[in-house]
């Protein structure tokens, strides 16, 4: 009956009121951490198969909301995205690395490449390469020690924006990269008309290496194709000697994991960027 439907509704409610409610919390506490500088940047090196040496280094996001706990960007990207506030926290991410980067250098470290990943909202904003043109200049960082991170899968929501928008990247001399390639969907084509740099090979391949014999076959496969067209191949996820001489023989550029390092706190990365040699 109608009462019924109204008691089950007034039953229902309270709990969806909850949700909705923590959901808010956590939004405004990612609002308030932004406005307090509880972000941080953790920077993992990128080493170059040939020479041994570092030549980039991945900014990666952490939350320090309070004084033990470092909360990883798996629990809190997502509702940034959702909400838009990655929007800010994305730009301050660009500052802060175009920043450490640019010390980095004026203290003497090799030059090298800071990496950082691009949402969706970011990419699809319409002022990033403004907003990139505007942090480059502040921070007078040279725009080839800038690597810029888009997924396979951002790259093909909207190809023509995704040309359009790196194509403008390219021209300031960025450096941009394909992240987590292989799980998205781009076919020969639309890779061909991308205007990137370099192609990073997902981890899943790479920690799969052995227990997936096909594996082998993909990444063999992906570095000739990555080859064929010109770009570099970076390997992510590289957490053994094996996986890395196996990637070595193939002629994989850079590579990036455990095995080298873990991401660094801004010190600790600092100190690793001056061992330039790493083998
Ligand atoms: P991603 O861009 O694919 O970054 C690589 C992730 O793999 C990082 O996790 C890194 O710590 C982890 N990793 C690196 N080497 C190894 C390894 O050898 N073995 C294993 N098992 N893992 C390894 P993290 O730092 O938790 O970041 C997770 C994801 O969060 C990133 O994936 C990226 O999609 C996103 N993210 C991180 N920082 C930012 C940011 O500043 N902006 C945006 N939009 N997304 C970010
Ligand atoms: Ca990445
Ligand atoms: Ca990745
Ligand atoms: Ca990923």
Same mark, same amino acid.
């Given at each position: @009956? ?45 080493? #170059? ?13 952490? /939350? ?7 909360? !990883? ?18 730009? /301050? ?10 010390? /980095? ?74 992240? #987590? &390639?292989? @799980? ?13 740099? %370099? ?10 290496? /052995?227990?997936?014999? !096909? ?30 001489? &196996? ?11 455990? &095995? ?8 600790? %990365? ?10």
């Amino acid at each position: @009956t109608k009462q019924q439907g109204k008691n089950n509704y007034q039953l229902y409610a309270p709990s969806m009121n909850t949700k909705a409610l923590e959901r808010l919390t956590l939004e405004n506490n990612l609002y308030k951490a932004l406005k307090r500088g509880e972000f941080l940047l953790h920077y993992q090196p990128q080493i #170059d198969l040939n020479t041994g040496q570092i030549v980039g280094m991945e900014a990666l996001i952490r /939350w320090q909301r309070d004084e033990v706990e470092l909360i !990883s960007p798996a629990q809190f990207i997502p509702l940034a995205e959702e909400t838009g506030l990655i929007v800010a926290i994305g730009e /301050w991410v660009l500052q802060t690395a175009c920043t450490q980067n640019r010390a /980095w250098q004026l203290a003497g470290l090799p030059p090298l490449r800071v990496a950082i990943n691009l949402s969706a909202c970011q990419f699809q904003q319409g002022n990033l390469v403004q907003i990139v043109r505007q942090i480059l200049q502040q921070t007078g960082l040279d725009p080839q020690y800038l690597e810029l991170e888009i997924t396979e899968s951002i790259a093909m929501q909207d190809i023509n924006l995704t040309i359009t928008v790196l194509k403008e990247l390219k021209a300031m001399g960025i450096y941009i990269s394909i992240d #987590d &390639f292989g @799980t998205g969907y781009s076919s020969l084509s639309t890779l061909r008309d991308f205007p990137v740099d %370099a192609l990073k090979i997902d981890q899943s391949f790479i920690r799969e290496l /052995w227990t997936h014999s !096909s594996n082998k076959a993909i990444v063999k496969s992906v570095i000739a194709l990555g080859h064929g067209l010109g770009l570099k191949l970076i390997a992510e996820g590289v957490e053994t000697t094996e996986q890395l001489q &196996f990637l070595r023989s193939l002629g994989c550029d850079v590579a990036q994991g455990y &095995f080298i390092s873990r991401p660094l706190s801004t010190e600790a %990365a600092t100190q690793f960027g001056f061992v330039s040699q790493i083998f």
